[in-house]
T-cell receptor, first 114, second 112 residues
Framework: DAGVTQSPTHLIKTRGQHVTLRCSPISGHKSVSWYQQVLGQGPQFIFQ???????GRGNFPDRFSARQFPNYSSELNVNALLLGDSALYLC?????????????FGPGTRLLVL | AQRVTQPEKLLSVFKGAPVELKCNYS??????LFWYVQYSRQRLQLLLR??SRESIKGFTADLNKGETSFHLKKPFAQEEDSAMYYCALSPPGGGGADGLTFGKGTHLIIQP
């Protein structure tokens, strides 16, 4: 198993555009969480999905949305991009909803908004 | 609101010296606390959690509820300990509603 995979690894967008980031969890993991990590800061929680349902949401505007598919992969969508959305977006998967001890992070997608 | 504070952005110690990475938290209740580590060019990974009370790679962390602290310690630093360390908190019993709350991280450099 390659672990949690994310695509793309890097991308550049301009203000106002839309972006979709993708995450494939470890096989057997049913929970996917998304985090935003701005340079110099720790990761900040955006969403958690478990069994295809949203189970948690951080303090992010409605421009941020996500979904989880039947195969447990997930997409994070950000509309109307702002310069401040430039960050590393991390995906993490775990076996269960509160399974922090089994949570593994992906390598991240680095988004630059110009 | 829950908050995690890591007061040191950068900590530099010599090989063989003791290491203490500070973490203070704010939470009304008894949270679960974790230390995560990110080595150069590697993924963020769980180092230890307070519930398991274990020592990983020589590191230990003691939860002090009175001082709301969860400092990470190692008696003798090794060069391979150089990394970014994040303290994190979750509500008791886990649960996804608030996810993990991370501190800003401390960059630990072990000098030879």
């Amino acid at each position: 198993d390659a672990g949690v995979t994310q695509s793309p690894t890097h991308l550049i967008k301009t203000r106002g555009q839309h972006v979709t980031l993708r995450c494939s969890p470890i096989s057997g993991h049913k929970s996917v969480s998304w985090y935003q990590q701005v340079l110099g800061q720790g990761p900040q929680f955006i969403f958690q999905y478990y069994e295809k349902e949203e189970r948690g949401r951080g303090n992010f505007p409605d421009r941020f949305s996500a979904r989880q598919f039947p195969n447990y992969s997930s997409e994070l969508n950000v509309n109307a991009l702002l310069l401040g959305d430039s960050a590393l977006y991390l995906c993490a998967s775990s076996l269960t909803l509160a399974g922090w001890e089994t949570q593994y992070f992906g390598p991240g997608t680095r988004l630059l908004v110009l | 609101a829950q908050r995690v504070t890591q007061p040191e952005k950068l900590l530099s110690v010599f090989k063989g010296a003791p290491v203490e990475l500070k973490c203070n938290y704010s939470y009304s209740g008894s949270p679960e606390l974790f230390w995560y580590v990110q080595y150069s060019r590697q993924r963020l990974q769980l180092l230890l959690r307070h519930i398991s009370r274990e020592s990983i790679k020589g590191f230990t962390a003691d939860l002090n509820k009175g001082e709301t602290s969860f400092h990470l310690k190692k008696p003798f630093a090794q060069e391979e300990d150089s990394a970014m360390y994040y303290c994190a908190l979750s509500p008791p019993g886990g649960g996804g509603a608030d996810g993990l709350t991370f501190g800003k991280g401390t960059h630990l450099i072990i000098q030879p």
